[in-house]
């Protein structure tokens, strides 16, 4: 059964500091683009941060130099690192794995507030 899920989440103070991580399951994160992406309310979901291929990697403007996207193949893992968090980045996370198949997990919360 293939199974994306995330943990991680939860309420942090402005500039701090939250790791989120994917375990995948039922499939290969090898194989795979490993991406995630984030919604708030009324939003379309949007990407944030993707690792195509191990060693590379693309950031939303919004949150480069702040996030870092990174993988454990032998875990079969995906993390997003989120250093400085700002009240707009307030929102569902989600772990997003794409090739010929898409596979998306449940979502995270994540609310940064004082």
């Known amino acids: 059964q293939v199974q994306l899920v995330e943990s991680g989440g939860g309420l942090v103070q402005p500039g701090g500091s939250l790791r989120l991580s994917c375990v995948a399951s039922g499939f290969f994160i090898s194989y795979y683009a490993m991406s995630w992406y984030r919604q708030t309310p009324g939003q379309e979901r949007e990407l944030v941060a993707a690792n195509p291929f191990s060693g590379s990697t693309n950031y939303a403007d919004s949150v480069k130099g702040r996030f870092t996207i990174s993988r454990d193949n032998a875990k079969n893992t995906v993390h997003l690192q989120m250093n400085s968090l700002k009240p707009e980045d307030t929102a569902v996370y989600y772990c997003?794995?794409?090739?010929?198949?898409?596979?998306w997990g449940q979502g995270t919360q994540v609310t940064v507030s004082s």
């Open positions: 997003n794995a794409q090739r010929v198949n898409v596979f």
